[in-house]
T-cell receptor
């Protein structure tokens, strides 16, 4: 199937680290993405990782990729209240074109 | 350097009316995607279009829904004879031909059917 799975909710205290997990289905996916959706807004591309990488770091964000287990995670260090949002994981599935499949989204709540 | 634009941002329709949602992709982008997000649910793919062509409409209901992306002008998602279950946020995304899977999203149109 084409289901990308994520836990639906995560709650952390301000200043702690957040880890959002995702499992995907297509082992040939060339890119894996993380999108952020703030309340009332569209999705914003947050970061992505090539499938030949294990890790990518970008300021407070760390993406880890375990291809064997088809597991992707997003770690947000020093989580702030402004990080409260829905985070979507996405993979590429080869059809007649490179189709992006989104997960259901993880709603992150940051407690002051 | 405008991003993806959608209008209207909010649309209210009565049951049985038609809803027209517009999407102007980013400059230089010729690929458009429509998604629907129901309250408290994830993002559901509806349709993928390139200029004047529908590439993948596998996520679009067979009845009442149609989409187009003409040579000139914005992409239009049209919902005929709306029902309450059509109430949702509809997002458009665009991409270029060289990085077609890197999608840039618009702010969405929130459709409310009374």
């Amino acid at each position: 199937g084409e289901d990308v799975e994520q836990s639906l909710f995560l709650s952390v205290r301000e200043g702690d680290s957040s880890v959002i997990n995702c499992t995907y289905t297509d082992s040939s996916s060339t890119y894996l993405y993380w999108y952020k959706q703030e309340p009332g807004a569209g999705l914003q591309l947050l970061t992505y990782i090539f499938s030949n990488m294990d890790m990518k770091q970008d300021q407070r964000l760390t993406v880890l990729l375990n291809k064997k287990d088809k597991h992707l995670s997003l770690r947000i260090a020093d989580t702030q209240t402004g990080d409260s949002a829905i985070y979507f994981c996405a993979e590429i599935v080869k059809t007649s074109y490179d189709k992006v499949i989104f997960g259901p989204g993880t709603s992150l709540s940051v407690i002051p | 350097n405008a991003g993806v634009m959608q209008n209207p941002r909010h649309l209210v329709r009565r049951r049985g009316q038609e809803a027209r949602l517009r999407c102007s992709p980013m400059k230089g982008h010729s690929h458009v995607y429509w998604y629907r997000q129901l309250p408290e649910e994830g993002l559901k793919f509806m349709v993928y279009l390139q200029k004047e062509n529908i590439i993948d409409e596998s996520g679009m209901p067979k009845e009442r829904f149609s989409a187009e992306f003409p040579k000139e002008g914005p992409s239009i998602l049209r919902i005929q004879q709306v029902v309450r279950g059509d109430s949702a946020a509809y997002f458009c995304a665009s991409s270029s031909g060289t990085r077609e899977h890197e999608q840039f999203f618009g702010p969405g149109t929130r459709l409310t059917v009374l």
